[in-house]
């Protein structure tokens, strides 16, 4: 099992190599952070920016979004791929945000992931980079793949993955940790072939799941 001490190691690296590490997805509030982060599901942040420039434009505010027409919202998002079901939750968000929390993004766990679209890890997305609340640990596709492999969890299921983190990582450490991981596993813990030779954290990684032959 890993320690506090081997993550700290790891952590402190990371901190080091990406100490400018933020969230990729573009908005200017926590009700933008929350529709880019809808999109952003099974779709790279790079087309859900290029999506939300036109986005934010024509939709100014969560007004704005509550009252939208479905089909022709599900136009504007279309190349974010599952663009019927993510049509609803931001109708759906929207409006609870309008009709609930008078426009207003809420700043609690429990009352967010109650909001259609909302799971936990989105609602920890809105917490920590909109609002700087360390409610928890991101855990996308990048930190779930990257934890396993440097031996961190043993675990698939993202919300066992984020109790693990959330153990071995001192709570101010939960939010930089994730944007770092998450740009780790963009520039060189790359799925397909990571570039382990040039990996600042090459000496520390047990490379799980890795053929150290490629």
């Given at each position: ?18 100490p ?30 290029i999506?939300?420039?036109?986005l934010?434009k024509?939709?100014?505010t ?6 939208a027409d ?7 998002i279309?190349?974010?791929?599952f ?21 207003k ?22 917490l920590?980079?909109?609002?700087g ?7 996308d596709?990048?930190v ?19 109790q693990?983190?959330?153990k071995?990582l001192?709570?101010?450490q939960w939010?930089?940790?994730?944007h ?5 596993g963009?520039?060189?813990c790359i ?12 000496s ?7 053929d150290q032959n490629?």
């Open positions: 099992m890993p320690t506090k001490s081997s993550a700290h190691k790891i952590v402190k690296v990371l901190f080091e190599t990406y400018g590490a933020t969230c990729a997805l573009h908005h200017k509030d926590a009700f933008q952070l929350a529709i880019a982060t809808i999109l952003s599901a099974q779709c790279t942040d790079e087309r859900v920016n999506v939300t420039k036109d934010f024509k939709y100014k969560p007004q704005a979004f509550a009252g479905l089909e022709e919202l599900e136009q504007d279309k190349s974010t791929g663009y019927h079901n993510k049509a609803k939750s931001i109708l759906g968000f929207s409006k609870a945000i309008v009709s609930e929390f008078g426009g993004v809420p700043k609690d766990m429990d009352a967010l992931v109650k909001l259609p679209g909302i799971g936990r890890k989105t609602a920890n997305v809105i920590g980079t909109a609002y609340i360390a409610s928890g640990v991101v855990v596709t990048h779930t793949r990257l934890s396993n492999r440097m031996g961190l969890t043993t675990q698939e299921d993202p919300v066992k993955i984020e693990d983190l959330m071995l001192p709570e101010d939010i930089m940790f994730s770092a991981m998450i740009l780790h963009r520039q060189i799925a397909r072939k990571p570039k382990c030779s040039i990996c600042p954290l090459d520390l990684c047990p490379k799980i799941g890795v490629s």
